[in-house]
């Protein structure tokens, strides 16, 4: 079973800058797609970004140019370098995996999820 643990969340200020950590179990890491979701209050949990399995990387458009996400395969482990932040995107982020078919933005229905890290920028 795949367990997802995120972390790295916080509270910064608009204009700043925090890193997310999510460390994956179960699977085999290299071979899945790694997405980074978000979700606001009142809000449906939304893909931020995409890592596939063969490198390339996918954007939401309110984060291109501000959020990269990169991945370890010797620490199965996924990132998001999330700079330049504003208050609009604050949520709780969550981690998923699955085939390069299914992380992608019309998908959500993974078998589970994290707890997720709450990320609020704020001054």
């Known amino acids: 079973q795949v367990q997802l643990v995120e972390s790295g969340g916080g509270l910064v200020q608009p204009g700043g800058s925090l890193k997310l950590s999510c460390r994956v179990s179960?699977?085999?890491?290299?071979?899945?797609?790694m997405g980074w979701y978000y979700q606001a209050p009142g809000k449906e949990r939304e893909l931020v970004a995409a890592?596939?399995?063969?490198?390339?990387?996918n954007y939401r458009d309110s984060v291109k140019g501000r959020f990269t996400i990169f991945r370890d395969n010797t620490k199965n482990t996924v990132y998001l370098q999330m700079n330049s932040l504003k208050p609009e995107d604050t949520a709780v982020y969550y981690c998923?995996?699955?085939?390069?078919?299914?992380?992608?933005?019309?998908?959500?229905?993974?078998?589970?999820w994290g707890q997720g890290t709450q990320v609020t920028v704020s001054s």
């Open positions: 998923n995996t699955g085939s390069d078919y299914e992380v992608n933005p019309f998908f959500t229905n993974f078998p589970s």
């Open positions: 179960g699977i085999i890491f290299s071979a899945n797609a």
């Open positions: 890592a596939l399995s063969d490198g390339t990387t």
